[in-house]
Nanobody, 119 residues
Framework: QLVESGGGLVQPGGSLKLSCAMS????????LGWFRQAPGKDREGVSC????????NYADSVKGRFTISRDNALKTVYLQMNSLKPEDSGIYYC??????????????WGQGTQVTVSS
């Protein structure tokens, strides 16, 4: 199970740190990806972190502004978002992946956490 938190309302240029709390055995076997969906748009991948070597990747739109990290002891993956832009607004979801760039392990999505960047 994955539970997202940390969203909120922030002004352009501000920062937020999202958390994805992992429970169960999945954290030992799967990569973890962050996705987002803005109103009227398709869900898109934002970032991913491997469970094997800790390697990461980012969508071009967030490179240099977002940082994904993983605390295995706390079974939590974080997404530090800096220099936020209005186009970063949306519902953010985390999901287990077979590998970064690969498919989701499970079909369902969690409730996500809302991020709104607005002045």
């Amino acid at each position: 199970q994955l539970v997202e938190s940390g969203g909120g309302l922030v002004q352009p240029g501000g920062s937020l740190k999202l958390s994805c709390a992992m429970s169960g055995f999945g954290s030992d076997y799967y990569a973890l990806g962050w996705f987002r969906q803005a109103p009227g748009k398709d869900r898109e991948g934002v970032s991913c972190i491997s469970n094997t070597d800790g390697s990461t990747n980012y969508a071009d739109s967030v490179k240099g502004r977002f940082t994904i990290s993983r605390d295995n002891a706390l079974k939590t993956v974080y997404l530090q978002m800096n220099s936020l832009k209005p186009e970063d607004s949306g519902i953010y979801y985390c999901a287990w992946l077979w590998s970064c760039g690969g498919r989701k392990v499970f079909d369902s999505w969690g409730q996500g956490t809302q991020v709104t960047v607005s002045s």
